[in-house]
């Protein structure tokens, strides 16, 4: 699914520069399920936007499906990015001007589908996350658990082959949390990679597999017995 | 592009962004609003000035001089200084001959005569005239008509009297048309009254008679008081009037550089002046109403830019969803002219309405001081043209600003 190899990543900061990946090595397969767990400042932010194109890596490896990712222009990144990845971040990032339906068809709108299409898609992926009802409320009239649960409909519908998440449950209470990952666990039930972010124990051990960045390097990288989250909820 | 542009998702976008952001694009618009408002209400109003102003002098031969016969200043062929100069009927005729351009030339004399009418009386200019007056001075007639070839050659007694003349003769209601009045103690029949405008060569209280009745009767002879002078609309007045005062000290053995010998009032020169002073007005509303235009258009960028700086987050967003800079720069592009140019119909249409409420308060009855106070419809295009390459240009800057930042860094915006 994806390879990266001999990862490097450098900011520079006045003068100096800060070398926050030193050299990753990571390959993960399809319908996993992967932690990246570190403190803050080892790295794993950086990893997971070089992962999803965001950022760029200065040395190294990373290729995704197949398809060797270096030296993208923005249009091509960009593309790439609708066609292989779903973002859930920690402050959900709705478009609060967007009901919920037309936050979750805007991947589409970039794809280039027709609105009906779009409307429908949107729609199906709303229901899957059993937000139906609300389809045409603005994000500002949703609870927390409902706006992210509303931002992974809208990482789902352009049918991602990966599904990155930066902190998805940093910003709700333990319920939602659980509930959230629960809903996570059954996309990756069902097939989907998974790959996220957290500094959460308990969020990571739900996951399958655990990799452990300090200071830009891989300390540990391990395969869990997932805990379901259903029991929680 | 077109296929863009056709498409309603990209106004659903557009409007989106617009209409949930409210105070933020009704402040943009105010700017093109408010110049395109001030463009067109100031050319309007520059318009409607320079049509009261045509209208004004509409009833002259702009093309004229008027040449008048005064004292010598210099001793000449034995005659001294400070001799009186008469003009007479020959001279008039010899500077219609011999001066190139001329259309023609009026003779006039003048006087003043007490008149009566019954108990009714009053002390006003009399004008001999000849038809003629009527192509350099037009006469609107209320009633009547003016003197005409056959009361020349008849030397008729007929006069034709202002509205302010009537006004002081006449009883109200009064027909004045073939009453009879005594100019000098002779009887006069009057044949027409005309309307006082709003511009006048002398007093409004006048009375014109057949030149020829008036040279008999004040037994004048040959001598005129003036003359008229017209020139033909592709040569320059200017040159007529020395050319015709040259001939006239040549005829009347007065200095060639006597100045002061024959007085001159050239209605063209005082014309050309005030169509100088319309024509800068019309520059001054153009350069204000372009440079406001400008200034609106700016506004619109500057706050495009705060926008874009605003919604940095949100671009972060649609790009990881899958947005290229490409359609981020076209939707900001599309956002900066439509709002520009929905603005500027308002501002048209509200210019529309300050030319409307002119034309009630100044533009209505004959002393107007606007006329037909408009704006033609191919200035307004050209304006909305200009408008959409400004607000083009302009909605560039943010559109560029908007891509320039690392979508990562949009997203780590707080």
Known sequence: ?233 | MFKFLTDRDTWQEVFDSLSKNKLRSILTMVGVWWGILLLIGLLGSARGLENAFNRLFGDFATNSVFVWAQSTSKPFQGFQEGRQVKLTLTDAKKVEENVEGIEFVVPRSQSQAMVVRNFLSGTFGINGDYPLLDQVQKKKLIHGRFINQNDIESNKKVVVISEDVYKQLFEKGVQAIGELIQINSMNFKVIGVFEVGNMNMGPSTDMHIPFTTFQQIYNRGENISWMMITGKPEYNIKQIEEDSKLILRNLNNVHPEDKRAFGSFNLGKEFAKMTGFLSGMQFLTWFVGIATLIAGVFAIGNILLITVKERTKEIGVRRALGATPYEIKRQILVEAVFITLLAGFFGIISGGWILIALDAAFGQGPDATMVNASVSIAVVFIALLILVILGTLIGLIPAFKATSIKPIEALREE
């Open chain 1, 1 to 233: 699914m994806l390879t990266i190899s001999k990862l490097h990543k450098s900011y520079p900061i006045g003068d100096s520069s800060l070398h926050v990946l030193k050299g990753i090595d990571l390959s993960v397969e399809e319908g996993e399920m992967v932690a990246i767990m570190g403190s803050s400042g080892s790295g794993k932010s950086t990893l997971l936007n070089i992962i999803g194109m965001l950022d760029e890596a200065d040395e190294g490896e990373y290729i995704l499906d197949g398809v060797p990712i270096k030296n993208l222009t923005e249009k091509k990144a960009a593309i790439y990015r609708n066609k292989f990845l779903g973002f859930i971040f920690q402050s959900f990032n709705l478009i609060n001007y967007k009901n919920a339906i037309e936050n979750v068809s805007l991947p589409l709108y970039y794809q280039g589908m027709k609105r009906a299409e779009r409307q429908e898609l949107g729609m199906f992926h709303l229901e899957k996350v059993g937000l139906a009802n609300w389809a045409h409320h603005l994000p500002n009239e949703l609870s927390g658990g409902q706006k992210q649960r509303v931002a992974i409909a809208r990482a789902l519908a352009a049918n991602p082959k990966l599904l990155l998440a930066d902190e998805p449950t940093g910003a709700l209470d333990t319920k939602t949390s659980h509930e959230i990952m629960a809903f996570i666990q059954q996309l990756n039930d069902e097939g989907k990679t998974i790959l996220m972010v957290t500094h959460e124990e308990d969020i990571a051990n739900m996951c399958k597999r655990i990799v452990r960045l300090k200071d830009g390097v891989i300390m540990e990288d391990v395969f869990v017995e997932q805990v379901r989250a259903e029991q929680y909820v």
